[in-house]
């Protein structure tokens, strides 16, 4: 299989619980090299962009309103099956529903303060890394 790219937000309530140190590590521990990362604070417009995807949907305002709340940490993540070994790490959106061990099972604290953002699919996976960084931003491990 070839190497590919996931795109990991730890979202503001993780961050402001020190949170970032351990996930990061958990991340690094399953194999994953850091392609980017940074901190930052998304405004509400970026919110609204990087989600518009659910703009329709009736939990969309809470969630601007969330990410926008506080500094994340955002990160490109490389590894074999990125996407589909992240998002086994993290575990189910909903923390009640996360298997033992996964990020969101040990950090987050709802449905909505999850802890961790995980691309779902290798096309988004590009997408929302292109969203936050310039190529001349990455790391290329190849």
Do not use: C, W
Request: hydrophobic residues 45%; aromatic residues 10%.
């Amino acid at each position: 299989m070839a190497v590919n790219i996931t795109l990991t937000m730890i979202k503001p309530e993780a961050v402001g619980k020190n949170y970032v140190g351990p996930i990061l590590n958990m991340i690094n521990e399953a194999g994953f090299k850091i392609a980017a990362m940074k901190l930052t604070k998304l405004s509400t417009r970026q919110a609204e962009a990087f989600y518009a995807v659910h703009s329709d949907r009736p939990f969309y305002t809470d969630l601007v309103e969330f990410m926008s709340s506080g500094p994340i940490v955002t990160a490109i993540l490389e590894k074999e099956n990125a996407v589909a070994d992240f998002r086994k790490l993290i575990g189910a959106t909903n923390p009640a529903n996360a298997e033992k061990g996964t990020i969101r099972k040990l950090y987050a604290e709802s449905l909505q303060k999850n802890a961790v953002h995980g691309s779902d699919s290798d096309e988004n996976a590009q997408v929302e890394a292109d969203f936050f960084f310039a190529k001349s931003d990455r790391v290329d491990y190849m």
